[in-house]
């Protein structure tokens, strides 16, 4: 069992920077894949960026999605038990409420959220213009 929570949200002006941070208690965490998803008002979850166990379980593969790459960075400490995202360049559509999720490496996809057993509470982002 995983639990998450997430801090850092607020409001921001556009082209500013935010840095969310999920602390997730539990055991074996490094075993566990982790992303970010968000959902805005009146849209479906999307997935954000994650970081996914390698086959060899040395390393973390990361993956993006298209409307976050280059300003968005994903990073983890498995000694503290944490999970960051890093956001530059923000901009009024990445207003939404940000979810940390995890599920055991190997157990499914990093982009669909079903494929996640433990979610956050989400923590609102806002982005003025």
């Known amino acids: 069992q995983v639990q998450l929570v997430e801090t850092g949200g607020g409001l921001v002006q556009a082209g500013g920077s935010l840095r969310l941070s999920c602390t997730a208690s539990?055991?074996?965490?490094?075993?566990?894949?982790m992303g970010w998803f968000r959902q805005a008002p009146g849209k479906e979850r999307e997935f954000v960026a994650a970081?996914?166990?390698?086959?060899?379980?040395?390393?973390?593969?990361?993956y993006y999605a298209d409307s976050v790459k280059g300003r968005f960075t994903i990073s983890r400490d498995n000694a503290k038990n944490m999970v960051w995202l890093q956001m530059s360049v923000l901009k009024p559509e990445d207003t939404a409420v940000y979810y940390c999720?995890?599920?055991?490496?190997?157990?499914?996809?990093?982009?669909?959220?079903?494929?996640?057993?433990?979610w956050g509470q989400g923590t609102q982002v806002t982005v003025s213009s």
């Open positions: 539990g055991r074996d965490f490094s075993r566990y894949d």
């Open positions: 999720a995890a599920h055991q490496a190997y157990s499914g996809t990093y982009y669909r959220d079903f494929d996640y057993d433990y």
């Open positions: 970081l996914s166990r390698s086959r060899s379980g040395t390393y973390y593969n990361t």
